[in-house]
């Protein structure tokens, strides 16, 4: 129930920080290697 | 300076032969957790116009560095570590705070969300009315005053300057420790969400030019929100006159109602950083 409720909040808490972290983290790793 | 051919052919490079750069997966994990944790901590302090400087700063140095040809992957990280500390350590205080209240919080999530808002909310308005009665009782008996609304970030020295209290909020409380010749009435309280923090507290004051019935009192209560993140409540003790200051902006004439909307922002804002509202 625990691991479930934090599961949910994982995926609906700062969904938008989240989705923009994930992208500038993508590109930053992109970046690093194709140099 | 690299061609765009050479760096679309290194990139698409990183997709055809992944099984040399699966690494990447790992980095993106550590930086996503990075990036994540310096965003959360700019949108949840009033700093949402940083998260895009934020932003543009690594990319704006990512990008250049693409075409370089003295490109040093180690200097881009460091880069990156240098500024989410420089930004994390605008808000050292708040997560320092973050990290006392973990066990809280969680404990607090334990139970019933819809009651626990209702509860906290009810709470709340108790307090307000409670600041409210004193506030208007010390205008009337035109008694000096001057309340610190903390978000736990007020100086330490600051607090440490008074004497710690740590008691209930009550209208008669708050209104004898102001009461003339009484030990504490000429320094300021310090409130901090449902506890009066300490009182007797000295305030830097503020150096700005104000008209000149403006105090020491008010000078105080200017001060200390523009060196923390604080609001500040002041009655004159000359006119009995109730004024608000947020962010070094002072707001004078309060009457009642405006001065409950004051708290109930204070309130709500503090309830929510702390996760106890939805």
């Known amino acids: ?35 | 300076m690299r061609n765009w051919a050479d760096v679309w052919n290194g990139i698409k490079n990183i997709f055809l032969d992944f099984g040399n750069h699966w690494v990447i997966i790992l980095e993106t994990v550590f930086l996503f957790l990075l990036i994540y944790y310096v965003l959360k901590t700019l949108s949840e302090n009033n700093a949402k116009k940083f998260v895009w400087t934020y932003v543009i700063l690594i990319l704006g140095v990512g990008f250049p560095a693409l075409i370089s040809d003295h490109f040093n992957v180690t200097v881009y990280y460091v880069f990156i570590m240098l500024l989410s500390v420089f930004f994390l350590l605008l808000f050292s205080m708040e997560i320092k705070r973050a990290i006392w209240n973990a066990n809280k919080r969680s404990a607090a999530t334990a139970n019933d969300p819809a009651a626990r808002t209702t509860a906290v909310s009810a709470r709340a308005e108790v307090y307000i009315s409670s600041i409210v009665k004193a506030v208007q009782g010390l205008s009337k008996s035109m008694t000096g005053a001057l309340i610190v609304l903390s978000n736990g970030n007020v100086p330490r020295d600051v607090v440490e300057s008074g004497v710690m209290l740590n008691a209930q909020i009550s209208n008669q409380l708050i209104e004898g420790i102001f009461v003339n010749k009484a030990p504490l009435h000429d320094g300021a309280m310090i409130i901090y969400g449902d506890k009066i923090q300490a009182a007797g507290c000295f305030l830097p004051l503020s150096q700005r030019d104000f008209p000149k019935d403006y105090g020491t009192r008010h000078r105080a209560g200017i001060g200390i929100t523009e060196v923390a993140d604080v609001s500040t409540i002041i009655v004159s003790e000359e006119t009995g006159i109730v004024s608000v200051v947020k962010r070094g902006e002072i707001t004078r004439y309060i009457d009642s109602e405006s001065l409950k909307r004051f708290l109930r922002e204070y309130y709500w804002k503090e309830f929510n950083s702390e996760g106890r509202k939805a």
């Open chain 1, 1 to 35: 129930m625990k691991l479930k409720e934090t599961l949910k909040k994982m995926f609906t808490k700062h969904v938008p920080l989240k989705v923009l972290a994930f992208v500038l983290a993508f590109v930053v790793a992109v970046i690093i290697h194709a140099v």
